[in-house]
């Protein structure tokens, strides 16, 4: 996989205002969840020059799965209803899919969002040589905007993926096309209000993705339907060159969220202190990891000694 971003891209992007606001309105709804939708609208090209029209979004769906790291669309939803669209827009392609990582901390693409857009764009059934992958970031309360948006373009039989600098990005004031979408129910103030957790809830979580991304890339962020809860699972290495699985796993049913840990890591002389952490909570995943870690590396450090 190879990531461009360059000035000389060519590719341009323009994108009715009133798309966004749906895009945004959709983030509002699942604040701290992942969700998105697929991309349709028009493109021309002029030689290798590609400028794509973002004209509307086709919703998730009523069967959409979310969860603060995951997100998949009711695929046989937008398909039936992009062929009604498409009886009235016969020009209309699917350009590409949205999806949000403002929930979650992460500021670029995943690694499956990499390998599920390049698996689809040379798909034999997806019409073009392109596909647009529109992220949403991070909130911009302030500014302009409601969110912070970046755009990558994946092509057919290659393993480039060009981010589009916002230079090529125009936001116009021209009628968005909206499917009209009878089977999405409007959630009620007091679902909303239920799903989503307190903004110091979304901040720690926000705060752990940048920690673990720059200082444990091991552990990576998942969800549990089961206990539905956000965990981080990854290895530690330690002081004597092993290396511990562990689990910080978050409990967000409280006002104020807290974070536990455990490992499967057996060594002689942990077992007391691991056996002390089962009852022991912390305000964040990463003081979780961070505590455990030296405390695992002392007791290592003075059976070695002694």
């Not at 360059?6 to 959709?26: M, N, Q």
């Not at 709804?29 to 090209?45: A, M, N, P, Q, V």
């Not at 444990?216 to 998942?222: D, E, G, H, V, W």
Request: charged content about 25%; aromatic content about 10%.
């Amino acid at each position: 996989m190879s990531m461009f971003r360059s000035k000389d891209i060519p590719i341009s992007i323009t994108i009715a205002r009133g798309v966004l606001e749906s895009i945004f309105d959709e983030c509002d709804l699942y604040d701290s969840h992942e969700t998105g939708g697929r991309l349709i609208g028009t493109y021309s090209k002029k030689g290798s020059h590609y400028d794509i029209q973002l004209r509307g979004v086709l919703a998730p769906g009523p069967a959409a799965q979310r969860s603060a790291t995951s997100f998949i669309q009711d695929g046989e939803y937008q398909e039936a209803l992009f062929r009604k669209i498409e009886l009235e827009h016969p020009d209309i392609e699917h350009l590409g899919n949205w999806h949000t990582h403002h929930c979650n901390g992460l500021a670029t693409l995943s690694h499956g969002d990499h390998t599920t857009y390049q698996r689809i764009v040379n798909h034999e059934k997806h019409n073009t040589d392109f596909f647009y992958a529109l992220l949403v970031v991070r909130k911009t309360p302030g500014s302009d905007t409601r969110y912070s948006i970046k755009h990558f373009i994946f092509h057919r039989n290659s393993n480039r993926v060009d981010e589009v600098p916002s230079s090529e990005v125009r936001i116009v004031d021209v009628a968005a096309l909206v499917p009209r979408d009878g089977n999405r129910q409007k959630a009620s103030p007091a679902s909303i209000s239920a799903a989503k957790p307190s903004a110091s809830l979304n901040a720690e979580r926000v705060k752990d993705q940048e920690f673990f991304s720059d200082i444990f890339p091991n552990l990576k962020a998942l969800f549990s339907k089961s206990a539905n809860a956000l965990y981080w699972k990854g290895s530690l290495e330690l002081v004597d060159g092993s290396r511990a699985q562990v689990v910080a796993i978050e409990n967000s049913d409280s006002v104020t969220p807290s974070y536990s840990i455990t490992t499967d890591f057996q060594k002689y002389g942990v077992e007391e202190l691991i056996e002390r952490y089962e009852n022991h909570t912390f305000r964040s995943a990463r003081h979780a990891v961070l505590t455990f870690q030296a405390d695992l590396n002392r007791v290592l450090y003075q059976n070695r000694k002694g």
